[in-house]
């Protein structure tokens, strides 16, 4: 039991007086007994520690007290108590001296406020994004599968159906794995029934959906196997939240059925109010292919997801799909050639493009973080400076220096607390302004359903606030406390700007703003040259003016080519009367849309000269289409109302096919077929290019069709679900009704989708990069506004320090010129200084944003160029206020006051 | 000289002089913390005790002595505080000096 005190001993040794060390042990040792009797050995052996710590503390606190003269008695009273009086007194003097210059505090608080709340708010959309396990139990183990087929720079692309059921065959690394259809070919299903008709979003996911994931349906089950086979599919799954819609939570409505699409479902099934997804699906329905869909490989409209067996790693997982892949590769070779399966974490999948950006957000709200603490810093180093005699005098009447530091120290924590406490109230308030910007495109990435400032997120902020008041106030207590200052009481008489080195300092941290402020800017700048050149790419057609909308023809009853042809020909004809519209067209998929259906490709009289199957994007339009979207006609006809199925078939291809598959000839006349029917088309013409995966990506091959002849190649979905563009005459918002009124005359159970805008679609595409540049900017901005502003004070300081020293050099004859010359010299040197070590940085750092620039290099010497012009602008004019103040100086009143 | 030590001694050495009279023979760290809880309900830090005993001996108030070491304190010695007659003169002169200025103060306590 008395092992405890040999150790209290030695730490005694080191902190208290030898002749006091036995007896207070022996003290110690006495309670220790009384404790432990009333107690228990725990909570006297906790005491005994706690006692013993705080003792050799404040013994080790004291020790100067015993070297120096006796301070006076509130002074020492004060170092008599615990260190947590000390403390506490620090805090208490710290508040009374910042509350005594309320200009520096608020600016010191605020700046830090915008930092550490700009961090938090950035933080929590980083961690909710990238770091916080997705709402999957062992969500680490969900993989998604994709197919590499690098011919088309696809590392991660869609799969097709035969690949998918080769894996899941011939797979052993994972307990379950499904598949789900990438985009679901006809959109949204038109829910109808009970209630007014309702436009529900379906995912289609294979009947190991739920296991992979490890979702439990909360009422009735999930899916079984025989119910992915065409003829027994008819089940769904209803979201918690559909249920509660449309059936009041009624738990009997398991057991009941639906209509989707004129079609009836038997209800199997509720998911949990929390199950979680990316598309939000309102309805899970098993994906069933039929006899003909499942041996299709060069098809790809399948997202693969597995759960890894218990013990797998993802490497052998990765290295068992190669294998069976590399076999496909050789037994298909058509299809599959250089074709190889690959893994990565779903996360991962989820996320893609997102992280770069994300985390440049977050680089650049460091950034901003550390801009505003030199900024601090550089205050506090000024008013450090204006404290010299106090802490001089200190100093001469037997402080420790260890004492003044921690006294400053605390000062500067307490701003700390301030500006992270006004920072995360900042954070907490643009939450919901930052949700608002986030693009729709963002609606699928994990975690921001629940985007707040919780207990993980208020730790880092505390933790960086601190870390924060750290940083800033360590420079300037050192600086302030050093002995060498104490010099400066007669510095100060002289009128000499405080010792060499704080002078260094406070001009390093000036250039250290400046440096971080022109990578910040130059990131930004790249960012806004990106976005700009961005806007400027033409999409290939004229948006202005043009309206869309989706509309889905439910397959019960428009299963027949004909059907869904009379459809959109009365739809048609009710429209071209409107005068409000100028043409109506139609597509099965818009520019912009990114689908991956491609098809194979094969020419007449040609064979195959390369390894790879020749492709193309497969798109059905109608009569009058080409018109309406303004895509120009290069060459040869459009499609009229004369190109029918009885008529001879015929296709439009684009320009990238031309030049790829016809680089010198005339591909008009040619014959094609496209995909597995083996139905020749005559190309009647050349139209131009769009961009169809994003304005950043070029034109793929393409080959248009007429929607009045039938194609069959890509299921029977395909032609039913399309794109009306309509170019209007005046307000988009002015044909709303009258595209419902015409689809709703032809067909009252045919509900239409949004009708948008084109323009507000194209600005949908480009919306991540709008945030991103917006948000870098603003960090951009604020960065050089705090730089600017710690520039300033920084030579408004000296001028005001060296008012003497000026008033000497006039009194002595030097010119206003020569003056100004003496301060621009000193904030030019540090200017430059700083942009050059900022370029530096830059050109290091923008690299990263390799992936997120578009027609613009991370180096292009003329932003850098611009931002290094525009940050020297703004350091001339921050000072410029305390240069002219300089010439301005009376040598009289400047030598009269020192 | 009496009248300078009344101005050097603060509150707490003044509590510590006076728990230390009071417990007389038995005067060592433990008691007189224990004294001073009693008397002002104050409960003072362990470290403040030690080093106000030490300082007070430090300034000529106190003398110490280590009595012989005892088996309940681990077989460590107590160190034993008495008071100096300088202390007693403080003490008494810093009584004399209160109670003066307290004096006809009594019905301006009484008001509520």
Redesign the interface.
């Known amino acids: 039991m008395n092992d405890h005190f040999p150790v209290v001993l030695r730490l005694f040794a080191r902190c208290i007086p030898g002749d006091l060390r036995e007896p207070i042990a022996g003290d110690l040792h006495e309670e220790y007994l009384a404790i432990r009797e009333r107690q228990g050995a725990g909570r006297a052996t906790a005491w005994l520690w706690w006692q013993s710590l705080r003792l050799a503390v404040t013994f080790r606190w004291e020790r100067a007290a015993h070297r120096r003269p006796l301070p006076p008695i509130g002074d020492e009273l004060r170092g008599l108590g615990s260190m947590w009086d000390g403390l506490r007194q620090d805090i208490v003097f710290g508040v009374r001296m910042l509350r005594r210059q309320p200009g520096f505090t608020a600016v010191a608080i605020f700046a830090l406020a915008l930092g550490i709340g700009a961090t938090t708010a950035i933080f929590s959309v980083v961690d909710a994004v990238l770091w916080r396990p997705l709402p999957f139990p062992h969500a680490d183990r969900v993989m998604s599968l994709a197919e590499q087929r690098p011919r088309e720079s696809r590392w991660f692309g869609v799969v097709a159906p035969a690949d998918y059921f080769d894996w899941q065959r011939d797979s052993r690394s994972f307990s379950a794995m499904a598949a789900y259809a990438a985009q679901s070919p006809s959109g949204a299903y038109n829910l109808t029934g009970e209630g007014e008709p309702e436009r529900v979003r379906p995912l289609q996911a294979t009947s190991q959906f739920l296991d992979v994931i490890g979702v439990r349906p909360a009422l009735g089950r999930g899916f079984r196997a025989e119910e992915e086979t065409v003829g027994r599919h008819r089940v769904v799954l209803l979201s918690d939240a559909l249920w509660r819609r449309r059936f009041a939570a009624d738990p009997s409505a398991v057991g009941r059925t639906v209509a989707f699409d004129g079609r009836t479902f038997e209800i199997i099934g509720v998911l949990p109010a929390q199950f979680w997804w990316p598309s939000h699906p309102d309805i899970v329905v098993p994906l069933a292919l039929d006899d003909h869909d499942r041996t299709l490989r060069a098809a790809h409209f399948l997202e693969v997801i597995g759960r890894l067996g218990d013990g797998v790693p993802a490497d052998r997982a990765r290295e068992e799909l190669r294998i069976i892949g590399r076999r496909l590769a050789q037994e298909f070779p058509a299809e599959n050639a250089n074709h190889l399966p690959n893994l990565r974490p779903l996360r991962d999948a989820l996320v893609g493009d997102v992280r770069t950006m994300l985390l440049v957000m977050l680089g650049a709200v460091a950034f901003v973080l550390l801009i505003a603490c030199a900024n601090v810093a550089t205050l506090l180093l000024a008013r450090a400076a204006a404290r010299q005699k106090e802490v001089s005098i200190r100093t001469a009447v037997g402080a420790a220096r260890g004492r003044l530091v921690q006294q400053m120290l605390t000062e500067s924590l307490v701003i700390a607390a301030a500006g992270g406490a006004t920072g995360v109230l900042l954070a907490a308030w643009s939450l919901s302004a930052l949700r608002a910007l986030l693009p729709a495109s963002f609606a699928g990435l994990p975690g921001l359903d629940h985007l707040a400032i919780d207990l993980r997120v208020l730790t880092v902020s505390v933790t960086v606030s601190l870390a924060t008041g750290l940083l800033f106030g360590v420079l300037p207590a050192l600086a302030a406390s050093d002995e060498r200052l104490a010099v400066s009481l007669n510095e100060e008489s002289r009128g000499g700007t405080g010792s060499v080195r704080a002078k260094r300092l406070r001009a390093g941290l000036v250039v250290a703003e400046l440096a971080l402020s022109l990578v910040l800017l130059a990131g930004a700048s790249l960012l806004v040259v990106s976005f700009n050149n961005l806007l400027n790419v033409s999409p290939g057609f004229q948006p202005a003016q043009l309206v869309i909308t989706r509309v889905t023809l439910p397959g019960s009853r428009y299963g027949e080519h004909p059907r869904v042809v009379a459809f959109f020909d009365a739809v048609f004809e009710q429209l071209a009367v409107a005068p409000a519209i100028q043409r109506v067209g139609a597509t099965t998929s818009l520019p912009l849309d990114d689908s991956d259906s491609r098809l194979e490709l094969t020419i007449e009289h040609r064979t195959a000269d390369s390894p790879f199957p020749v492709r193309v994007h497969p798109r059905v339009v109608s009569t009058g289409y080409f018109q309406t979207m303004g895509i120009p006609l290069l060459r040869g006809r459009e499609f009229t109302g004369h190109d029918v199925d009885t008529s001879g078939r015929v296709a439009i291809i684009n320009e990238a096919s031309a030049r790829r598959y016809w680089p010198n000839e005339d591909p008009i006349g040619q014959r094609i077929s496209i995909g597995e029917t083996a139905e020749w088309r005559e190309i009647i013409g050349v139209v131009g290019d769009t961009r169809d995966e994003g304005l950043d990506a070029d034109a793929d091959p393409a080959a248009y069709l007429p929607q009045h002849q039938r194609f069959e190649s890509l299921g029977t979905g395909f032609e039913r679900a399309v794109t009306l563009v309509i170019r209007t005459t005046g307000d988009a918002a002015s044909v709303t009704p009258l595209i419902r009124t015409a689809v709703s005359n032809v067909d009252r159970q045919v509900p239409i989708g949004l009708v948008r805008r084109m323009d507000e679609f194209i600005g949908d595409s480009i919306a991540p990069r709008r945030l991103n540049f917006v948000l870098v900017s603003a960090f951009a901005l604020v960065a050089l506004a705090l730089t600017s502003a710690g520039l300033y004070g920084v030579m408004a300081y000296l001028v005001t320090q060296r008012t003497r020293e000026i008033g000497v050099r006039m009194a002595l004859g030097a010119s206003r010129t020569q003056v100004l010359a003496l301060v621009l010299r000193e904030a030019g040197s540090m200017t430059l200084l700083g942009i050059a070590i900022g370029v530096a940085g830059a050109l290091g750092l923008t690299r990263f944003m390799a992936t997120m620039l578009f027609g613009v290099t991370a180096s292009d010497p003329a932003v850098y160029a611009g931002v290094s012009l525009l940050l020297a602008v703004v350091a001339l004019l921050a000072v410029a206020v305390p240069s002219s103040r300089a010439t301005r100086i009376d040598p009289l009143v400047a030598l009269r006051d020192s | 000289m009496a009248a300078a030590d009344v101005v ?1 001694l ?3 050495e003044h509590m510590v002089l006076l728990a230390i009279m009071r417990l007389g023979e038995d005067a ?3 008691p007189v913390r224990d004294e001073i809880a009693r008397c002002t309900g104050r409960d003072v ?4 005790i ?3 005993l ?1 300082r007070l001996e430090t300034k000529g108030y106190l003398k110490s002595r ?1 009595a012989d ?1 005892t088996p ?3 077989g ?4 034993y505080y008495a008071l100096r007659p300088r202390a007693v003169d403080a003490l008494k002169e810093s009584r004399r000096a209160l109670v003066a200025l307290w004096s006809g103060l009594e019905a301006v306590l009484a008001q509520p």
Not at chain 2, 45 to 48: Q, V, W
Not at chain 2, 76 to 79: H, T
């Open positions: 050097n603060g509150e707490f060592y760290a433990v830090s362990r470290g403040s030690y080093i106000t030490d280590l070491p309940e304190r681990g460590r010695a107590k160190r």
